[in-house]
């Protein structure tokens, strides 16, 4: 493959599939799974009881985790591109080389701003489920 993007998007890419797999699983391991063999119990298949019972237990997980790995690749991006490997951090690098320092600023005031929605978004997201889980 070599330097530039496409190595720096397939090395993203290869991590967060890795990560995620590793976070997905542990989740599900960890979820109740009791529901889904009362279900099978009364008849059920094991894929409607995983669908009836694991999976709307595992969505929390799931969107949680995904909006991390969102928020890692936003910020690893920016990463690769300062060091050669393309994405978001490749405009900074420019800026930065042709002393465009007003355009760089606000390449990172841009990068801060989504990275902190993201987390603003996923920590009430969470906040709201588990009050929703308690009621």
């Known amino acids: 493959i070599g330097l530039g993007p496409l190595a720096g998007a397939i090395s993203l890419a290869a991590y ?30 094991k894929l409607q009881g995983f669908t009836g019972a694991t999976l709307p237990a595992f969505r929390p997980f799931f969107i949680t985790h995904s909006l ?9 991006a920016s990463i690769l591109g300062i060091v050669g490997a393309g994405g978001i951090g490749q405009n ?16 990172l ?3 801060l701003v989504v990275v902190v929605a993201l987390d603003l978004v996923s920590s009430k997201w969470r906040k709201n489920t588990l009050r929703q889980r308690s009621h």
């Open 16 to 45: 967060s599939v890795g990560y995620l797999g590793k976070l997905f699983y542990e989740s599900i391991e960890s979820i109740d799974h009791r529901p889904a063999r009362a279900m099978m119990n009364m008849g059920a298949s």
């Open 68 to 76: 991390y790995i969102l928020e890692y690749n936003i910020r690893s």
């Open 92 to 107: 900074i690098m420019f800026y930065f080389d042709y002393r465009q320092f007003t355009n760089a600023a606000a390449a």
């Open 109 to 111: 005031l841009i990068i």
